[in-house]
């Protein structure tokens, strides 16, 4: 099962907010951090479902935590993020 890494936000007085450096416009948002990660993956198996006769290429693959690490974007974004592996819960092939 493939994992994609999260970017978590919260802000004072606000959602927590997930976005998906690899999956640009995927994104989701809950009042906690266990329910923005569900949700977070919930959002990303939509995504995937689509993906391809959305946008007219297909579903980005994963890239490591490690990879992401050498990108200046995701270091920027990361900074004061909670950073977490959620499960891609459907398969890229077997969308409909």
């Known amino acids: 099962m ?5 970017v978590i936000h919260k802000e004072r007085a606000s959602a927590y907010g997930v976005s998906f450096p690899d999956v640009p416009g ?3 948002s809950a ?12 959002a990303l198996a939509f995504a995937a479902e689509d993906w391809d006769s959305l946008t007219g290429e297909a579903f980005p693959a994963p890239r ?21 592996a959620i ?9 409909a």
């Open 2 to 6: 493939a994992h994609y890494i999260a």
């Open 26 to 28: 995927v994104i989701a």
């Open 31 to 42: 009042s906690s951090l266990d329910d923005a990660i569900t949700q977070a993956a919930e």
């Open 64 to 84: 490591t935590l490690d990879d992401l690490r050498n990108d200046p974007e995701f270091q920027a974004l990361a900074g004061d993020a909670v950073i977490a």
């Open 87 to 95: 499960p891609l819960q459907v398969s890229v092939g077997e969308a």
